[in-house]
């Protein structure tokens, strides 16, 4: 049987499905609605897809090692009772460790990667069937070192901060102070002349103001931006920032007393840029109950 425009459009209004998933499941089906739909239950496509506009905010991060090669993501759930489900956090270790053995370099890439139940989309619609939250594999960045450089890795709370950092020269242990570092203090750069010229402006404005409300002179208040903005980077660039464990130096200073010099620092803090539901929830439970 033919499968036709209306009723892909017809399948795709019933079960919120994608387009080629409908026309796929009519083909499958010869035509027959009622076992198209179930076609896409039997999938987890079509129970996958109602979830599509749920808010994912909440999950977990993690890095993943081999030889010089290394994988932080950030796969995300609804709740954060999921985070402690087996279930996700072996699906997650899945799909770290096959974007780490692949040649993947790209979330989109990530995605197509094969696994033992499918393709990773596949997995992870798979997945969001079965354990009935809206799932998603948010972000991925892979990272290639030299022989001379280390990688330190580190997580927090489990995975609800993961900081991965490359370190030239100085040791392993050196290059986990570093991703410490940046869990604990949350720089927004790592270097000062990563902070865009926009920002940086922004802030030179502000401070000027504030220094001419206190009834400054001019060129006092200049003098003042400056050591004000200084003050700044050392808030907001990790090689500035006063070192956790020795205060009296920067970590730039404290990985350089180590012989070594910062590469590159990648911090993950799960949900961070996702506007999350306030939501009641008591009220969120009864809404489950009610079928909304």
């Known amino acids: 049987m ?76 609804e709740t954060d009772f999921v985070s402690k489900n087996a279930e996700f956090t072996d699906m997650i270790a899945t799909i770290g460790n096959t974007i780490l053995n692949s040649t993947a370099s790209t979330l989109e890439e990530a995605m197509l990667l094969p696994t033992s139940e499918g393709t990773i989309n596949d997995l992870i619609v798979a997945k969001t069937a079965k354990i009935g939250e809206k799932l998603s594999l948010r972000r991925i960045e892979v990272v290639e070192k030299e022989a001379n450089e280390n990688f330190g890795a580190y997580l927090h709370m489990g995975g609800k901060i993961a900081v991965l950092s490359v370190i030239e ?31 940086l402006e922004k802030e030179r404005a502000v ?52 012989n070594g010099t910062i590469k590159k620092v990648i911090r993950y803090e799960v949900g961070e840029g996702i506007e999350k539901r306030n939501e009641n929830f008591a009220e969120e439970v009864m809404n489950q109950i009610k079928g909304n």
């Open 2 to 77: 033919e499968v036709t425009a209306s009723m892909v459009k017809d399948l795709r209004e019933k079960t919120g499905a994608g387009m080629m998933d409908c026309k796929k499941a009519l083909a499958e089906s010869n035509g027959d609605m009622d076992a198209a739909i179930d076609w896409l239950r039997e999938k987890g496509i079509a129970k996958s897809a109602k979830k599509e506009s749920r808010i994912a905010a909440e999950g977990l991060a993690n890095i993943f090692i081999k030889d010089n090669r290394a994988v932080i993501i950030e796969v995300n759930s």
């Open 169 to 199: 020269g100085a040791t392993p242990e050196v290059a986990k102070d570093v991703s410490m570092q940046a869990a604990a203090m949350r720089p927004e750069y790592v270097f000062i002349e990563d902070v865009p010229s926009e920002v």
């Open 207 to 258: 401070q000027k103001e504030l220094a001419m409300s206190e009834g400054k002179p001019a060129d006092i208040a200049e003098k003042m931006v400056d050591g004000r903005i200084k003050k700044y980077f050392k808030e907001i660039c990790l090689a500035e920032q006063a070192f956790i464990k020795d205060g009296d130096i920067s970590v730039a200073t404290y990985v350089k007393n180590n």
